[in-house]
């Protein structure tokens, strides 16, 4: 099968194919281009119908065959070093007969809360006065929740894991087989098959052996029966699809809500109601960053929050920052230790979030409902046959869905270039993978495109982008004009709009220029609100919108040293670039008299701005009345004399923050 795959064309990555197939540490997954794989079904399906007869997988394929046998073409294949799985892109619940309008339908569940979820489990969006949710105590219990983070360099939890197992029992979660070679020299995880007799061995011991499970959901290990859980890694996804748009991808807001979901249920396994108390060690990078961020923690419930920030703040406040410190709480909560419970009691309360990125955090689920509705709507076209109709699903939606998450946006740009594809418009597909590729990354596997004819040369970023607008057919360009009137002029000159809306106009006027534009801080990853990459150039210009700031107010010293830690992140993060600067959009106001600005932070009114969008505007339509030759040679002009990204930071640069009186 692997050789039908590898005629599949992988965007010139033939050589990374080869080597996830020969490497088994690999964990690197692969996305085969999906018309690629639109083209090749008929392949795929011959291979699968042989695999099919084979008697020791007939049964494993009975339902997934039945499934997607007639709608290969429209799922995603992915590929790993041991699994090549296909999966439908977004899920078609509407398809199946049992979820149809025609069924009454209760549905039934005892952790999905968010309505992004619901839409995709269930089809439909379900009105919160038909949600019925009476009060129980099920996973409110007492907990302590200890973090690997605060550590001190060459402190490590791996040691001390297996001392306390030998007093006490302990369940590891870890996400994959993988991961737990980690506790490999105290237990390893049961295959699937020998599970269950595995977890009732573990419910009957009453010594402190280490036992390790590759799954944790439906499995109850209340009061005595297990007290402490050790938390390696997110619980990611079940699908390889899931993973791939985790890992490579980094779609995290996307999968925000269904990860608070899983990590309910994670912290649940051993604490079953008020009465039950456990301890949770947190001992990955990745859960430990994901339990900090103040956006994550806003899906979690009240109690569950609180816990968790409890947790941050004894590491703080007891300076906890070695294993022995750890394991001495962690004895005081299992000897219910009279300090430890008045701790609890006064302590555990509904602490305050950020304001900012708790309103974020509800903005984004508002636009990933929005998101789910369509994905469901996409799917169900896609079944029918009807891909004209499952793009317009997601074009209707993309510019809204992008102001809340620009990865989601990529994905759906991925997909609507596929259904142009189906349709043979090659052109308006080209600029859908474009945006795609902006949003997702260089390394989606796409189809890139190009003009062959002499003088049609197109080699920056900014070029290339702009070729694809300009040279495509009039209703494309059409398309293009409106999404951005909508997305970018309208936002900047209405007046009304709040900083949050601004950061992806302005995200989405660096995408428009050819820019890798993303919102780092939207997506939890530690940089400044908006940040434009020219890969062309070598260069790179962040943003930091204080539009929401009055106009007498000055930048305080908290403004001005995250604009420090900005511009470290930059440097660190994009090594092979230059950062020109660090943008703050807002009132050309002084910083106060204790902050210390960089030479590298400038201020630059909202106004300024607003002149480049309507220069920019203006630009796509006088090149439009140009006829294709002069087009290419207008573009080239423009980039060097006004748009290319030097020159743009060279007319928003004229004001540094330190120059601005106090």
């Given at each position: 099968m692997s050789r039908s795959i590898s005629s599949i064309p992988t965007n010139r990555r033939l050589e990374t194919f080869n080597d996830v197939l020969a490497h088994s540490p690999s964990r690197e997954i692969l996305l085969a281009p999906p018309f690629s794989l639109y083209e090749n079904a008929s392949v795929l399906a011959a291979i699968l119908r042989r695999l099919r007869s084979d008697e020791a997988v007939k049964e494993e394929f009975a339902y997934r065959w039945g499934a997607l046998a007639d709608h290969i073409q429209h799922c995603a294949l992915t590929i790993s070093n041991d699994t090549i799985e296909l999966t439908p892109p977004f899920l078609p619940i509407t398809t199946l007969p049992y979820f149809t309008e025609a069924v009454r339908h209760v549905y039934l569940s005892a952790t999905i809360n968010y309505k992004s979820d619901l839409i995709r489990c269930c089809g439909r969006e379900i009105p919160d006065t038909n949600i019925i949710a009476p009060k129980n105590d099920a996973g409110e219990g007492e907990r302590l929740v200890m973090f690997s983070r605060y550590l001190k360099d060459g402190d490590d939890l791996d040691e001390a894991i297996p001392t306390l197992a030998r007093e006490h029992k302990i369940v590891v979660s870890v996400p994959s087989y993988a991961a737990a070679k980690r506790w490999s020299t105290v237990a390893t995880p049961p295959r699937p098959e020998n599970f269950s007799t595995a977890l009732e061995?573990?419910?009957?011991?009453?010594?402190?052996?280490?036992?390790?499970?590759?799954?944790?959901?439906?499995?109850?290990?209340?009061?005595?029966?297990?007290?402490?859980?050790?938390?390696?890694?997110?619980?990611?996804?079940?699908?390889?699809?899931?993973?791939?748009?985790?890992?490579?991808?980094?779609?995290?807001?996307?999968?925000?809500?269904?990860?608070?979901?899983?990590?309910?249920?994670?912290?649940?396994?051993?604490?079953?109601?008020?009465?039950?108390?456990?301890?949770?060690?947190?001992?990955?990078?990745?859960?430990?960053?994901?339990?900090?961020?103040?956006?994550?923690?806003?899906?979690?419930?009240?109690?569950?929050?609180?816990?968790?920030?409890?947790?941050?703040?004894?590491?703080?406040?007891?300076?906890?920052?070695?294993?022995?410190?750890?394991?001495?709480?962690?004895?005081?909560?299992?000897?219910?230790?009279?300090?430890?419970?008045?701790?609890?009691?006064?302590?555990?309360?509904?602490?305050?979030?950020?304001?900012?990125?708790?309103?974020?955090?509800?903005?984004?689920?508002?636009?990933?409902?929005?998101?789910?509705?369509?994905?469901?709507?996409?799917?169900?076209?896609?079944?029918?046959?009807?891909?004209?109709?499952?793009?317009?699903?997601?074009?209707?939606?993309?510019?809204?869905?992008?102001?809340?998450?620009?990865?989601?946006?990529?994905?759906?740009?991925?997909?609507?270039?596929?259904?142009?594809?189906?349709?043979?418009?090659?052109?308006?597909?080209?600029?859908?993978?474009?945006?795609?590729?902006?949003?997702?990354?260089?390394?989606?596997?796409?189809?890139?495109?190009?003009?062959?004819?002499?003088?049609?040369?197109?080699?920056?970023?900014?070029?290339?982008?702009?070729?694809?607008?300009?040279?495509?057919?009039?209703?494309?360009?059409?398309?293009?004009?409106?999404?951005?009137?909508?997305?970018?002029?309208?936002?900047?000159?209405?007046?009304?709009?709040?900083?949050?809306?601004?950061?992806?106009?302005?995200?989405?006027?660096?995408?428009?220029?050819?820019?890798?534009?993303?919102?780092?801080?939207?997506?939890?990853?530690?940089?400044?609100?908006?940040?434009?990459?020219?890969?062309?150039s070598g260069t790179l210009l962040g943003f930091e919108l204080k539009t929401d700031k009055k106009a007498s107010s000055s930048y305080s010293i908290e403004e001005v040293g995250k604009g420090h830690s900005y511009l470290e992140w930059l440097r660190t993060s994009y090594q092979d670039e230059r950062c020109l600067g660090l943008v703050y959009v807002g009132p050309r106001s002084p910083a106060t008299q204790r902050a210390t600005p960089s030479d590298d932070m400038y201020v630059v009114e909202v106004a300024e701005l607003v002149m480049i969008v309507h220069a920019f505007r203006a630009f796509l339509r006088e090149a439009r009345g140009f006829d294709a030759g002069s087009r290419v040679a207008f573009i080239k002009r423009k980039e060097k004399e006004e748009f290319g990204l030097p020159k743009i930071f060279e007319r928003l640069a004229a004001t540094r923050m330190r120059s601005l009186a106090g």
């Amino acid at each position: 099968m692997s050789r039908s795959i590898s005629s599949i064309p992988t965007n010139r990555r033939l050589e990374t194919f080869n080597d996830v197939l020969a490497h088994s540490p690999s964990r690197e997954i692969l996305l085969a281009p999906p018309f690629s794989l639109y083209e090749n079904a008929s392949v795929l399906a011959a291979i699968l119908r042989r695999l099919r007869s084979d008697e020791a997988v007939k049964e494993e394929f009975a339902y997934r065959w039945g499934a997607l046998a007639d709608h290969i073409q429209h799922c995603a294949l992915t590929i790993s070093n041991d699994t090549i799985e296909l999966t439908p892109p977004f899920l078609p619940i509407t398809t199946l007969p049992y979820f149809t309008e025609a069924v009454r339908h209760v549905y039934l569940s005892a952790t999905i809360n968010y309505k992004s979820d619901l839409i995709r489990c269930c089809g439909r969006e379900i009105p919160d006065t038909n949600i019925i949710a009476p009060k129980n105590d099920a996973g409110e219990g007492e907990r302590l929740v200890m973090f690997s983070r605060y550590l001190k360099d060459g402190d490590d939890l791996d040691e001390a894991i297996p001392t306390l197992a030998r007093e006490h029992k302990i369940v590891v979660s870890v996400p994959s087989y993988a991961a737990a070679k980690r506790w490999s020299t105290v237990a390893t995880p049961p295959r699937p098959e020998n599970f269950s007799t595995a977890l009732e061995q573990f419910r009957q011991r009453t010594t402190g052996d280490l036992s390790s499970f590759f799954r944790l959901d439906g499995i109850d290990l209340p009061d005595d029966v297990c007290r402490i859980m050790v938390m390696d890694g997110l619980p990611t996804g079940a699908t390889q699809l899931e993973r791939y748009q985790w890992q490579t991808l980094s779609m995290t807001n996307a999968l925000a809500a269904k990860l608070a979901s899983r990590i309910t249920q994670l912290f649940g396994r051993i604490n079953r109601g008020t009465r039950d108390f456990s301890v949770h060690i947190v001992v990955s990078r990745a859960l430990n960053n994901w339990l900090s961020n103040d956006r994550n923690l806003a899906l979690l419930s009240p109690l569950m929050r609180s816990q968790i920030q409890l947790g941050h703040a004894l590491h703080e406040q007891l300076d906890i920052h070695d294993t022995n410190g750890i394991v001495s709480l962690v004895d005081a909560v299992l000897n219910r230790d009279e300090e430890w419970l008045e701790i609890y009691r006064n302590e555990i309360q509904d602490k305050d979030l950020d304001p900012v990125e708790r309103d974020r955090s509800e903005l984004v689920e508002e636009k990933m409902a929005a998101a789910a509705a369509a994905e469901v709507r996409f799917a169900e076209f896609c079944w029918q046959g009807q891909a004209d109709q499952a793009r317009l699903a997601l074009e209707d939606v993309v510019a809204n869905v992008a102001r809340g998450d620009g990865r989601v946006a990529g994905w759906f740009n991925l997909w609507i270039g596929y259904c142009y594809e189906i349709a043979g418009d090659t052109a308006s597909a080209r600029l859908a993978y474009q945006l795609a590729r902006q949003k997702l990354g260089s390394g989606l596997p796409l189809p890139l495109g190009s003009i062959a004819r002499p003088g049609f040369d197109l080699n920056t970023a900014f070029q290339k982008k702009l070729g694809s607008i300009l040279l495509a057919t009039p209703e494309a360009f059409s398309r293009q004009e409106s999404l951005f009137s909508q997305g970018v002029v309208s936002p900047f000159t209405s007046g009304g709009s709040s900083a949050f809306a601004l950061e992806e106009a302005l995200r989405q006027l660096g995408e428009t220029m050819g820019y890798d534009a993303s919102r780092p801080d939207n997506e939890g990853l530690g940089g400044p609100d908006v940040l434009w990459v020219d890969a062309s150039s070598g260069t790179l210009l962040g943003f930091e919108l204080k539009t929401d700031k009055k106009a007498s107010s000055s930048y305080s010293i908290e403004e001005v040293g995250k604009g420090h830690s900005y511009l470290e992140w930059l440097r660190t993060s994009y090594q092979d670039e230059r950062c020109l600067g660090l943008v703050y959009v807002g009132p050309r106001s002084p910083a106060t008299q204790r902050a210390t600005p960089s030479d590298d932070m400038y201020v630059v009114e909202v106004a300024e701005l607003v002149m480049i969008v309507h220069a920019f505007r203006a630009f796509l339509r006088e090149a439009r009345g140009f006829d294709a030759g002069s087009r290419v040679a207008f573009i080239k002009r423009k980039e060097k004399e006004e748009f290319g990204l030097p020159k743009i930071f060279e007319r928003l640069a004229a004001t540094r923050m330190r120059s601005l009186a106090g």
